[in-house]
């Protein structure tokens, strides 16, 4: 399944952005989805997932509390709110599905993840 980004954009330190993560096909519901985001000159990293039923997630503990993934199956569509955003959220944002269908628990490793879209930037800035 290919992945799209998009709802990026410049907001202030403590403000809100909703990234989408559209999925070229209905197969998307069979698999888990994850956010990762690449700041320059630093690797990917795994910001949260959540398995393909939703039943599972996962956040790194930098955002933790901050932010929230979700999915709608049916529109096939993955979502991530991210509140109180900080500067060093900045960073190209990216959604991947994971290799495996129905795994649960959610799969917190990047080697699992495929289907990455373009991504999206993210700028936290005053």
């Known amino acids: 399944v290919q992945l799209v980004e998009s709802g990026g954009g410049l907001v202030q330190p403590g403000g809100s952005l909703r990234l989408s993560c559209a999925a070229s096909?209905?197969?998307?519901?069979?698999?888990?989805m994850g956010w990762f985001r690449q700041a320059p000159g630093k690797v990917r990293e795994m910001v949260a997932a959540i398995s393909w039923n939703g039943g599972t997630t996962y956040y790194r503990d930098s955002v933790k509390g901050r932010f929230t993934i979700s999915r709608d199956n049916v529109q096939s569509t993955g979502f991530l709110q991210m509140n109180s955003l900080k500067p060093e959220d900045t960073a190209v944002y990216y959604c991947?599905?994971?290799?495996?269908?129905?795994?649960?628990?959610?799969?917190?490793?990047?080697?699992?993840?495929?289907?990455w879209g373009q991504g999206t930037q993210v700028t936290v800035s005053s």
């Open positions: 096909d209905r197969t998307f519901s069979r698999y888990g």
């Open positions: 991947a599905a994971d290799m495996l269908p129905f795994r649960q628990p959610v799969a917190t490793g990047t080697s699992v993840y495929d289907g």
